[in-house]
């Protein structure tokens, strides 16, 4: 599990830190809009960082109060990540308990941390990428730290080509 809390800390500082400084700059580049999906690049004194990222299609319950919403794939190559998929999910998890992503009937768990949810089994990553390049939707279930049950419902159209951008983006 250390190894994991790890990857998380220098995912979430890294990202975090290189987002923030290329904001002060002049903000991360566009690289391209592809149906529901987006692709960013920014770079600074760590290398580049790019991430393919979506929202949801459908949320529910529609009535809860929920921060933005993302599924996002992070390349990050002078961190050695490759398509790291990860949700913000716009609530606090409930402490401990897993989110779940399917894509068609292939179930994948994630573990949380705050508002933030990553695949438990990195090995398992290039898979669900694979999955989900052949599939038109995907959705993630999670806990609220008050309870409620969440489902989001994401658009696949246009995954294969923001993740394609993201590639050459940060060669």
Known sequence: ?????????????GLCASVA???????????????????????????????????????EPATAKR????????????ANLVNEPSVVIGYEFKPGAEATVQVGSDKFGFFTKADGAWLMEKEKEQRLIAAMRGASELTVKGFSKRGTLTTDTYSLKGLSSALDKTAEGCK
């Open 1 to 13: 599990m250390t190894v994991i809390f790890s990857r998380i800390a220098i995912v979430a500082f």
């Open 21 to 59: 400084s290329a904001y002060a700059q002049a903000g991360p580049t566009l690289l391209g809009t592809f149906d529901a999906w987006e692709a960013y690049k920014t770079t600074d004194g760590r290398g580049a960082v790019c991430w393919a990222v979506t929202q949801p299609q459908t949320k």
């Open 67 to 78: 921060d933005p919403i993302y599924f996002l794939i992070t390349t990050w190559p002078k």
